[in-house]
């Protein structure tokens, strides 16, 4: 792995370097984010490891600016002290992919970044996502449906990936509370309204509808009416 460390944390940068650097990978250290940011934008890392607290431009204004300059392939993987789940809602609408709180174990580090970089790695061909006239661009973020622009906000920008990628099958709700809030999904039914902003984005202006529910289990995208 090729990565891109951005922690103003000396003590912290040290130990992810050389833990990583033991088993061959290649970290490149900056402690501001302006010079992380000037970094993300031109050079290819395979991953980028983030602190939020950062000297000069704080980690979520940075990944804002990366994503908003078209980078959008190359992980992000945010660390932070903050633990609460708005602090965790706030780093993912940025742009972030994952999200590690501190203190935190190099070893499941190493497997979170593995795993982002085995999604981002997928076959060109596998980039666009389709179901029935609705595609999802994931190099570019942008979905259509009938040639027209779906309009979509980071959350259910989230939720329609998963439900792209598993248009083979029913995702259960706990599957999705897991996609937008981790382990600590909020009191109170807030998926079925994030369910419900998806559905009016990508169905309320076409007489096929495509994201049908599954009373007592879930979500599925289908070009198929439900079977009764």
Same mark, same amino acid.
């Given at each position: 792995m090729r990565l891109l460390l951005i922690e103003d944390h000396r003590d912290i940068a040290a130990n992810i370097a050389e833990f990583f650097e033991a088993t061959g990978d290649s970290v490149e250290h900056v402690l501001d984010g302006e010079r992380g940011l000037q970094l993300a934008l031109n050079q290819t890392y395979d991953a980028i490891v983030l602190d939020l607290m950062l000297p000069s431009l704080d980690g979520l204004s940075l990944c804002r600016q990366l994503r908003q300059a078209g980078h959008t392939r190359v992980p992000v993987l945010m660390l932070t002290a903050k %633990? @609460? @789940?708005? %602090?965790?809602?706030? $780093? #993912?609408?940025?742009g972030a992919d994952d999200y590690l709180v501190k203190p935190f174990s190099l070893a499941e580090l190493d497997v979170r970044l593995k795993a982002l970089i085995r999604r981002a790695t997928v076959a060109p061909a596998q980039r666009l @996502? /389709?179901? $029935? %006239? !609705? /595609? #999802? =661009? !994931? =190099? /570019? @973020?942008?979905?259509?449906? $009938?040639g027209e622009r779906v309009k979509l906000n980071p959350t259910t920008r989230r939720l329609l990936i998963v439900l792209l990628q598993n248009s083979h099958r029913v995702v259960t709700r706990q599957e999705l509370e897991k996609e937008l809030w981790g382990d600590q999904p909020p009191q109170g039914d807030f998926l079925r309204a994030h369910m419900h902003a998806l559905r009016t984005a990508i169905d309320k202006n076409f007489t096929t509808k495509l994201l049908h529910t599954v009373h007592g289990t879930g979500y599925r995208l289908s070009a198929e009416p439900p079977r009764p």
């Open positions: %633990d @609460l @789940l708005q %602090d965790k809602i706030e $780093g #993912f609408e940025a @996502l /389709t179901v $029935g %006239d !609705l /595609t #999802f =661009d !994931l =190099d /570019t @973020l942008e979905a259509e449906r $009938g």
